[in-house]
């Protein structure tokens, strides 16, 4: 037997904006609430246990923003990528610059608090 992800925790200064800025980039919805003001978001008819991770975003006073030792990948599903990255800015995603040549197959971008994630140019299957 082997592990596979079930949740990614991301430490959030405003924990609401960041579950709805992460739920309409994935898709998600909220699926619980901690006393601590932690948001879970996950798949619609699944939530945690399902074949994808859950998001948690936890309440922080200091979250880090920026780069991350680890930091998200997201894949368009349903549009190409230049559509979807229309889609993301809209949302609030703002570009990022970590030092790219402009050659990349991806975009760097930011969400809400600054935390790093990439737009990849490969459209996915949905799950």
Known sequence: MACRISELVIDAA???????????????????????????????????????????????????????PLHLDVSPTDRDQDAELRRLLALGATPADVGQTGEESWHV???????????????????
């Open 14 to 68: 405003d924990p609401a904006r960041l579950a709805a800025f992460w739920s309409e980039v994935l898709g998600y919805v909220e699926v619980g609430r901690e006393d601590d003001g932690s948001i879970e978001i996950g798949p619609p008819d699944t939530g945690f246990g399902g074949p994808l991770p859950t998001l948690v975003l936890s309440p922080s006073d200091a979250p880090r923003a920026g780069k991350l």
């Open 109 to 127: 971008l930011a969400d809400p608090e600054g935390n790093e994630f990439c737009l990849l140019r490969t459209r996915i299957r949905p799950v």
